[in-house]
């Protein structure tokens, strides 16, 4: 297994030190969180996106994927916005040479059937751009489509090469559904995996990996060898939290722990 971290985790910190960062703790590849806040997202122009891959490419860093924010089953969504929100990702993740997006559901609280086929009408229409590109954009498992069962009603419909999944383990293990079924469904789609830790249900302020209580051995002893798994430490949303920096190297030796385990 490869593994990356998010930037999530170290919220407007310089390109530069994100990769130093990265090669500094063992980690091969990093989620940029593309939000305008972040020091890369859509609106940055030709020679900073050039600068951000030299930056990656001397570190012999990946960037692993551009995670998003748009909402592809939100019933008030604009059309022609969220087209263009979405076609901006993709143009980012192929100048920046990343293989993957992420997108949300972000279905509310509409009828399922109707947030499903909305969410697959959009996804099959960016999945052209996605094609001449050479990019995957991968649902996450979230919010109103927060199961490996949720997400797989939109993507079999979709049923493109270029639409795919995000498993984030913590929200399939909030929906109550079991790591078996998650990865059984999800498998046909699967882009890569976001794990964390929380220490319950009702309290997910991020921790340290093997800190809480979500099943992470379970869940990476169901993945292939070559699959990418990123720790999405969610410090932005609670700025309380441990810093990540100081948590890294031990994330990334808890993981080929649990990996050498499984194997």
Same mark, same amino acid.
Not at 38 to 53: F, K, T
Not at 132 to 156: K, N, Y
Not at 160 to 166: D, E, I, K, L, Y
Not at 233 to 240: C, F, G, L, S, V
């Given at each position: 297994?490869?593994?990356?971290?998010?930037?999530?985790?170290?919220?407007?910190?310089?390109?530069?030190?994100?990769?130093?960062?990265?090669?500094?703790?063992?980690?091969?590849?990093?989620?940029? =969180?593309?939000?305008?806040?972040?020091?890369?997202?859509?609106?940055?122009?030709?020679?900073? =996106?050039?600068?951000?891959?030299?930056?990656?490419?001397?570190?012999?860093?990946?960037?692993?994927?551009?995670?998003?924010?748009?909402?592809?089953?939100?019933?008030?969504?604009?059309?022609?916005?969220?087209?263009?929100?979405?076609?901006?990702?993709?143009?980012?993740?192929?100048?920046?040479?990343?293989?993957?997006?992420?997108?949300?559901?972000?279905?509310?609280?509409?009828?399922? !059937?109707? !947030?499903?086929?909305?969410?697959?009408?959009?996804?099959?229409?960016?999945?052209?751009? !996605?094609?001449?590109?050479?990019?995957?954009?991968?649902?996450?498992?979230?919010?109103?489509?927060?199961?490996?069962?949720?997400?797989?009603?939109?993507?079999?419909?979709?049923?493109?090469?270029?639409?795919?999944?995000?498993?984030?383990?913590?929200?399939?293990?909030?929906?109550?559904?079991?790591?078996?079924?998650?990865?059984?469904? *999800?498998?046909?789609?699967?882009?890569?995996?976001?794990?964390?830790?929380?220490?319950?249900?009702?309290?997910?302020?991020?921790?340290?990996?093997?800190?809480?209580?979500?099943? *992470?051995?379970?869940?990476?002893?169901?993945?292939?060898?070559?699959?990418?798994?990123?720790?999405?430490?969610?410090?932005?949303?609670?700025?309380?939290?441990?810093?990540?920096?100081?948590?890294?190297?031990?994330?990334?030796?808890?993981?080929?722990?649990?990996?050498?385990?499984? =194997?």
């Amino acid at each position: 297994m490869k593994f990356a971290f998010s930037t999530l985790g170290v919220p407007g910190m310089p390109v530069s030190e994100v990769v130093t960062l990265a090669s500094a703790t063992g980690f091969q590849g990093v989620e940029l =969180r593309a939000h305008p806040e972040e020091p890369v997202h859509p609106g940055i122009g030709v020679a900073e =996106r050039a600068s951000v891959v030299d930056d990656f490419k001397r570190a012999g860093i990946e960037i692993l994927a551009v995670a998003g924010y748009a909402r592809v089953a939100d019933a008030d969504a604009d059309e022609e916005e969220l087209r263009q929100e979405l076609d901006g990702l993709l143009w980012l993740a192929r100048d920046l040479g990343a293989p993957y997006i992420r997108v949300f559901p972000g279905g509310g609280d509409q009828e399922r !059937a109707d !947030a499903d086929a909305t969410a697959a009408r959009r996804l099959g229409a960016a999945a052209e751009l !996605a094609s001449d590109f050479g990019v995957r954009i991968l649902l996450e498992t979230h919010d109103s489509h927060r199961t490996g069962t949720d997400a797989a009603r939109v993507l079999g419909p979709v049923g493109h090469p270029r639409v795919g999944a995000v498993w984030d383990v913590m929200h399939t293990w909030l929906g109550g559904e079991d790591p078996v079924t998650s990865h059984a469904v *999800l498998a046909p789609h699967l882009g890569y995996v976001q794990v964390k830790d929380i220490a319950s249900a009702d309290d997910t302020t991020p921790l340290a990996l093997g800190a809480g209580v979500l099943p *992470l051995g379970e869940c990476l002893a169901l993945l292939d060898d070559d699959i990418w798994v990123c720790w999405e430490y969610e410090k932005r949303w609670y700025p309380a939290a441990d810093e990540l920096p100081g948590l890294l190297e031990a994330g990334r030796g808890y993981l080929e722990g649990l990996t050498a385990r499984n =194997r």
